[in-house]
């Protein structure tokens, strides 16, 4: 029981919010939506977004960057506040007219995902005095038909302050066979990390947060048990007592992050972990399922358990107590599990 204990209350120190580096503003910009509408980085404040940088008539890396950003866009469509924008790097060509055109073929939501254009000068100075990346027009014999522009292929990731919180590599490397794993591996810590900054935004991760409160309650009840084992009645009541409390702090937060920073919108594994096996989702949603069950059995019957002793009624309570405390193990137990499957089984160290 002592290595349970510990085990659990590992588990609920880890429950830590993701730390993840600050590459400084993007800075103000304003330019032309496909939809002839002025977009600025003032329109962008308080939302999580994803900047890429392609050109309609590319041949290159283009449309397989633009690919996986209609990818994202359905991957992660249960974040809200989450926008996806992405910057032409030939202007003169791409007017809005082109661009809504090649938004059309990806199936781009207007409503998520923004396409601009600009005057040349002033995207390439946001680009490289901004997000830190390259763009500039090819000349002579490197200026094909396809090959207009050199350009980043990188992912750029800004939070909803407009400072850039990361670069992940998309485009395919011809040169390289294990290219594609690598941009599996890099998308997986992108999926994570927009997840992280939802979190961050709310200015609590609730996840964790809820994690850890199941993890208190677990080692509260497994405290509680081992007191009464040894007839400390008082300490055992206090732990029990305690657990109810922290029991009913999880479920208050459960419900506000699902209702009013979720808005109801589950976060569903497959979304979560696209590319994982799946038995294990299976696995996962066999575990939720039974960890939801019998929550809300607990719910009532762990405070109707404490009030039979409360009033004197003590062969009620430990005939209760018999059912009672093992259900509520588990759930503490399996609501930690369910939050380490769905926030970090495939998450990259």
Known sequence: MRRLVLLLCIAAAGCRPVEIEDDGPVGTFRLTERSGRPVTQEDLSGKTWIASFVFTRCTGPCPQ????????????????????????VDPEHDDPHELSRYAEHFGADPER??????????IYALLREGFHVHAEQNKGSERK????????????????????????????N?????????????????????????????????????AGLNAAAGVLILLGYACIRQRKVYAHAVCMLTAIAVS?????????????IRHGIATKFHSQ??????WVMHAYYALLTSHTLLAVAVAPLAPYTAWQALRGRIQQHVRLARWTLPMWLYVSLTGVLVYWMLYRLYAPA
């Not at 995902?113 to 002033?122: D, M, N």
């Not at 038909?145 to 800004?158: I, K, Q, R, S, Y």
């Not at 972990?273 to 799946?278: H, K, T, V």
């Open 65 to 88: 960057i633009t690919a996986t950003v209609a990818r994202l866009q359905s991957e992660l469509a249960d974040q809200k506040d989450l926008r996806f924008v992405t910057f032409t």
């Open 113 to 122: 995902w923004l396409f601009l254009t600009g005057k040349e000068k002033e």
């Open 145 to 172: 038909a396809g090959a207009e522009v050199m350009h980043d292929t990188h992912l750029v990731l800004v939070d909803g302050k407009g400072h850039i919180r990361g670069y992940f590599s998309v485009a395919t």
């Open 174 to 210: 011809p040169l390289d066979p294990d290219s594609e794993g690598s941009i599996e591996t890099n998308l997986r810590l992108l999926r994570a990390r927009v997840r992280a900054l939802s979190n961050e935004t709310a200015g609590v991760d609730f996840p964790a947060l809820n």
């Open 248 to 260: 009913a702090t999880f479920l208050a937060s459960y419900l506000y992050y699902h209702i009013a």
């Open 273 to 278: 972990w696209p590319d994982a096996p799946s």
